[in-house]
C-alpha cells in the first residue's frame, strides 16, 4: 500500500508544471524515504530531478517500493480538477495499474476521487556523478526568469560567465546583442533579494535558451534559484520544493564543434 | 560554432 497526503494540492500543481514541458511521461519511484523521479527529456538535453522526502508529506506510508509510470498530461488534467487548498492523497494499491488522487475540501463538505491509469515506463537510469562546482550562485528565481526570457528574444544561445565580481548572461543574434551584469548583493538582511556567489574558479559556458526558459516554469516554487557550474559538465539550476526536497535540472553546455 | 551536447555524455546508464 502506499499512500502520500499533502494538505493542500497547489505544492504537487507548481511541481507538475515545473517538469510537465521536459516530460510527456516520468516514472515516480516511491519507497519509504519519499518519492524520487529522475528522467531526460526527449532530446537527451537535459536531465530532471525530483526528490520529495516522506517527512515532508502530512501523511505517508509506503509499505513496498513501487515505481508508478505516469503521462504528465493526464495528471496535469486531474490535477486541474482540485482546488488549490484542497488536502490531496495519492494512493496505490501493491501492483497496482492505476493510482488514485482524492482531493478533499478544507470543509469536508466535498471528496472527490479520481482514477489513472500506470503505464509501463522503460526509463533508463542515469549515474550524477558528485562534483565539487567551480561556481555556486544563488540568485532571486524571478530574477533569473527575467533574464532567460529577456535574454531569449536575441539568440537560442545564453553565455553565462561567473567571476568574483558578478555574473554576467550574455546573448546575441540577428537583432543584436544583449548583456546582463548581477553584482553580488551586501544587503544581507533580505535573503531572498540576494545575490550569493561563491567561487572557486571563474566559468564561462553556453546554454540552449529554450531548455533554461522550461526550467523557470519552477520559479512559483521558490524565492531562490541555485546555479551550479563547472567547465565542461552540466549546469545544475536548483529550486527547492518548500518543507518537501527540490527540484534539480541538468543541462548539457553547448560545446565547440 | 557551438553544438549541443546530450546530457548522456556526461552522465552514464546506472
Aim: overall charge negative; aromatic content about 8%.
Amino acid at each position: 500500500m502506499f499512500e502520500a497526503r499533502l494538505d493542500s494540492s497547489v505544492t504537487l500543481k507548481k511541481v507538475l508544471e515545473a517538469i510537465k514541458d521536459l516530460l510527456n511521461d516520468a516514472s515516480f519511484d516511491c519507497s519509504d524515504t519519499g518519492i524520487q523521479l529522475q528522467a531526460m527529456d526527449n532530446s537527451h538535453v537535459s536531465l530532471v530531478s525530483l526528490t520529495l522526502k516522506s517527512d515532508g508529506f502530512d501523511k505517508y506510508r509506503c509499505d513496498r517500493n513501487i515505481t508508478m509510470g505516469m503521462n504528465l498530461a493526464s495528471m496535469v488534467k486531474i490535477l486541474k480538477c482540485a482546488n488549490n487548498d484542497d488536502t490531496v492523497t495519492i494512493k496505490a494499491q501493491d501492483d497496482a495499474d492505476t493510482v488514485t488522487f482524492m482531493f478533499e475540501s478544507k470543509k469536508q463538505d466535498k471528496i472527490s476521487d479520481y482514477a489513472m491509469k500506470l503505464m509501463n515506463l522503460d526509463q533508463e537510469h542515469l549515474g550524477i556523478p558528485d562534483t565539487d562546482f567551480s561556481c555556486v550562485i544563488r540568485m532571486p528565481s524571478i530574477e533569473f526568469a527575467r533574464i532567460c526570457r529577456d535574454l531569449a528574444q536575441f539568440g537560442e544561445s545564453i553565455g553565462i560567465a561567473c567571476t568574483k565580481e558578478g555574473v554576467k548572461f550574455s546573448a546575441s543574434g540577428d537583432i543584436g546583442s544583449a548583456n546582463v551584469k548581477i553584482a553580488q548583493t551586501s544587503n544581507f538582511e533580505k535573503e531572498e533579494e540576494s545575490v550569493t556567489i561563491e567561487m572557486q574558479e571563474p566559468v564561462a559556458l553556453t546554454f540552449a535558451c529554450q531548455y533554461l526558459n522550461s526550467f523557470t516554469k519552477a520559479t512559483p516554487l521558490s524565492p531562490q534559484v541555485q546555479l551550479s557550474m563547472s567547465d565542461n559538465v552540466p549546469l545544475v539550476v536548483e529550486y527547492t520544493v518548500p518543507e518537501l526536497g527540490h527540484i534539480r535540472y541538468y543541462l548539457a553546455p553547448k560545446i565547440e564543434e | 560554432n557551438k553544438s549541443q551536447s546530450s546530457i548522456k555524455d556526461f552522465f552514464h546508464t546506472k
